[in-house]
């Protein structure tokens, strides 16, 4: 007897700062990491940009957010809003 176990894919989620929300339905999210310079040691921040897709317009400039992976929505589009965290 086997048992039949649902299996849902786990998308990659980050947390970032919402730096723009003039585009209807989209926010563009920077999202900070901390790396290590291989021969030096020494650490430094790096950060990349995401355009998120809002459809309810709910994050402003300024709030933290988290988002997923999700289909491509546009061109740029390939992340979904989760929830404001702030």
Known sequence: ?????ETTKQHRQFEGVVVSDSAEKTVSVRVGT??????????????????????KGAAKVGDKVIFEE?????????????????
């Open 34 to 55: 901390t790396k290590i310079h291989p021969k030096y040691r020494k650490q430094y921040q790096t950060y990349r940009k995401y355009a998120v897709h809002d459809e």
């Open 1 to 5: 007897m086997t048992s039949k176990m």
């Open 70 to 86: 999700c289909r491509p929505i546009s061109k740029t589009k390939r992340w979904r809003l989760v929830k404001v965290v702030q």
